[in-house]
């Protein structure tokens, strides 16, 4: 169940969101990896998981800090629709929709390092929006070698 006005006041707040994408993602990569056929695919998708949960270790240590954002937040511009890999019909789309979603997070971590005063919290968020830009590159690579 998502929020109806993707509005955020708090730091706190956003963590907490910022924190449940990442269990989303972590949780999407794992499901891929069971559907996936070719060994290399599935073994990216469990490598990718992880790491989304090593971002997730990230944040949550970053809930008991109390940073102001530059103004309240509207992220309604990255709101990513969950999606059970089940609707996918082949390897290629369910990679389209991972490309798809990193880059969304990506773009999220950058808008949040914009909006936030703490340089500590803004180089957190510049690393997670890289690390969701290296994990785009790496499914498109993916992408490509099915196109093959």
Known sequence: MGRMNWKFVSYKEIIAYAIGR??????LYMDLSKVMVHPETQQLCEELANEELEHKARLEQEMARKYEFVSPADLSAYKIPDRNVNIFKNRRSMLSFAIKKEQEAAGLYRKLAELIRNEDARQLF????EEESRHKQQVGLEYNNCLK
């Open 22 to 27: 990442e269990v989303k993602a972590h949780r």
């Open 126 to 129: 510049m690393w997670l929006a």
